[in-house]
């Protein structure tokens, strides 16, 4: 069977996102031509197969994208099984490239998850052989939910959040997906202040660890598309056409544009400096960076007025309560005394300081990151 796709072949995609953002994401998804609904931990949409490029290509926020195939009703592994062997596996996975299965069950007669990983796993090496090697098989998920299999094949590969820039971590390092949401938060908080959209505005963050937060500005404000340096898991589907979508790429998205966006980021920590300045020149994008190892109140002296604040101080168990209290104690002086650097954006996994301050900081999202809550909060 020859297996042809074009522009008007129709995916259902789910895009997956932190949990807490959905909504963000659904807006992100829509500005870029694909309208959806929000499910809990992403969103689901009907849409062609550039629509698929352009998620993996230009979302900040999503961490994966699938394909969802026709969901079907099965009580038994009898059904389980005619069910998965009539699901167009050949469309996406090549023969010999049986993938890793995941499974959940939830509310269903069929429960047991290793079982249904069991007989998934024989159904589809029975249709596509399993000669490659672990590390570049294809991934494939389960889902049985209330009696309906819902299968999924992986487009994505690799999670969203790598863009192959960050090759160098410092302490607890923010996902690039979570310093892109909190960037768009501060884009947001500009644009509430009817600034042009080319006003060169500066940021600063006090705690760049690796430099995530400074170099998704200037990725965002250059428009450098997060995955145009990056590979995909649906570019080895049989049904990919790697002429269509090169042409695409080259032709189709925008251009990045040049922009006088500058960002500091500021580190009291050697190795997160380096990491940072690595990872910056890995992006292109020194020329539009300057990090300085400096505890945050030494390095604000040397922060212009009229900059913007996003970042992520330190949280979780690194740092004692009573180290951790008297960081965010300082930070809120610093803040309070320079009304000149607004907005401010944070992601604050130490709640007690939300409760404490005075400054007016408002909730824009909760979510979790390492298993910690964490509130995305701003400061107008
Ligand atoms: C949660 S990490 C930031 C991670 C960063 N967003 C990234 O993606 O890599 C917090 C950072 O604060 C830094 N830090 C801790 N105390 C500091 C201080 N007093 N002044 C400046 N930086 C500090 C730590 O070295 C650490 O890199």
Known sequence: MK????????????TTVTPGLERWL??????????????????????????????????RLAESVRVRLKPFRATSFAELERGLARLPWHAYLRVHAA??????????????????????RRVLEERLGSAEPEHCRPRVFVRVDRDVVQASIDASGDRLHRRGYRRHIGEAPL????????????????????????????LWDPFCGSG???????????GELPGAHRGFAFERWPIHDAGIYAEWLASELPKPRPSP???????????????????????????????????????????????????????GVRLARAGLKELYARFDQLLTARTDLRPVVMACGFAPYLEYSRLGWVVAAEIKVGGLPVRLVRLA
Request: hydrophobic fraction near 40%; proline fraction near 5%.
């Open 212 to 222: 995530t937060i400074p170099i998704e500005w200037v990725a965002l404000r250059q």
């Open 26 to 59: 659904e807006q992100e998804l829509r500005a870029l031509g694909v309208c959806g609904r929000v499910l809990r931990g992403g969103v689901e949409a009907r849409c062609g197969i550039e629509q698929l490029w352009t998620v993996g290509v230009c979302s």
């Open 261 to 315: 966006a500058f960002a500091y980021g500021s580190d009291a920590s050697m190795k997160a400096l380096r990491a940072a300045e690595h990872n910056a020149h890995t992006a292109g994008l020194s020329q539009h960076c300057r990090f300085m190892r400096a505890d945050f109140e030494q390095a604000a002296r040397q922060v212009p007025s009229g900059t913007l604040v996003v970042t992520n101080p330190p949280y």
């Open 175 to 202: 996902r690039e997906t979570l310093a892109a949401a909190l960037v768009c938060l501060a884009d947001e908080a500009l644009r509430a202040r009817s600034l042009p959209p080319d006003h060169p505005v500066g």
């Open 99 to 120: 993938p890793r299965i995941s499974v959940t069950c939830h509310k269903s007669r069929l429960y047991h998850s290793d079982a249904v990983a069991e007989r998934s």
């Open 3 to 14: 297996l042809v796709v074009s522009a008007s072949t129709s995916l259902k995609l789910f």
